[in-house]
Antibody, heavy 116, light 108 residues
Framework: EVQLVESGGGLVQPGGSLRLSCTAS????????MNWVRQAPGKGLEWVSY????????YYADSVKGRFTISRDNTKNSLYLQMNSLRAEDTAIYYC?????????WGQGTMVTVSS | EIVLTQSPATLSLSPGERATLSCRAS??????LAWYQQKPGQAPRLLIY???NRATGIPARFSGSGSGTDFTLTISSLEPEDFAVYYC??????????FGQGTKLEIK
């Protein structure tokens, strides 16, 4: 079964840092491009970041550029999102999502709350 | 940035009825448009990709059409499990994906 499982979410103060992880199973992780997409409470979906299958090509949304870093470890079937200088507006469920021409599989998400 | 506008914001229908959801792009996205379904507390699920192709395991009552700037998701006969929020998403400006604001399909 194809599965993506996120972890690492929680409550953090403004200006703080958090590292999200996503563990993949049931498919050849190293062959797939990956994304992070977030959803603020009661709101729609916002693309956050993309990483190619090798990790050499990376893109960010303007809203997180310079603060977030996406990475992957294909030996561990894992995707990461290092989030620094967190703001209240970063509060959201963060989903990792597999891509093969389109985003076809999503994890269940991990909640990040930025609040003092 | 390509902006996607979905209409209506809320659609109230009964099981068995036909649902028609619209997505309009601020500029042409060719056929690079997908539709997702999201139920409360769940992740989105891919329904349609490249405007009109059903994803694996998606029932035939779901269909997509359109190209350029105007797209439609049609559910031919609503089942109780179809009541959810639906999002369109463009990948024309890959990988700077953008999503519509969503249409909530609710039971009348």
């Amino acid at each position: 079964e194809v599965q993506l499982v996120e972890s690492g979410g929680g409550l953090v103060q403004p200006g703080g840092s958090l590292r999200l992880s996503c563990t993949a199973s049931g498919f050849p992780f190293s062959s797939y491009e990956m994304n992070w997409v977030r959803q603020a409470p009661g709101k729609g979906l916002e693309w956050v970041s993309y990483i190619s299958s090798t990790g050499y090509t990376i893109y960010y949304a303007d809203s997180v550029k310079g603060r977030f870093t996406i990475s992957r470890d294909n030996t561990k079937n894992s995707l990461y999102l290092q989030m620094n200088s967190l703001r209240a507006e970063d509060t959201a469920i963060y989903y990792c999502a597999r891509e093969i021409s389109m985003i076809d599989v999503w994890g269940q998400g991990t909640m990040v709350t930025v609040s003092s | 940035e390509i902006v996607l506008t979905q209409s209506p914001a809320t659609l109230s229908l009964s099981p068995g009825e036909r649902a028609t959801l619209s997505c309009r792009a601020s500029q042409s996205v060719s056929s690079f448009l997908a539709w997702y379904q999201q139920k409360p507390g769940q992740a989105p699920r891919l329904l349609i990709y490249d405007a009109s192709n059903r994803a694996t395991g998606i029932p035939a009552r779901f269909s997509g059409s359109g190209s350029g700037t105007d797209f439609t998701l049609t559910i031919s006969s609503l089942e109780p499990e179809d009541f959810a929020v639906y999002y369109c998403q463009q990948r024309s400006n890959w990988p700077m994906y953008t999503f519509g604001q969503g249409t909530k399909l609710e039971i009348k």
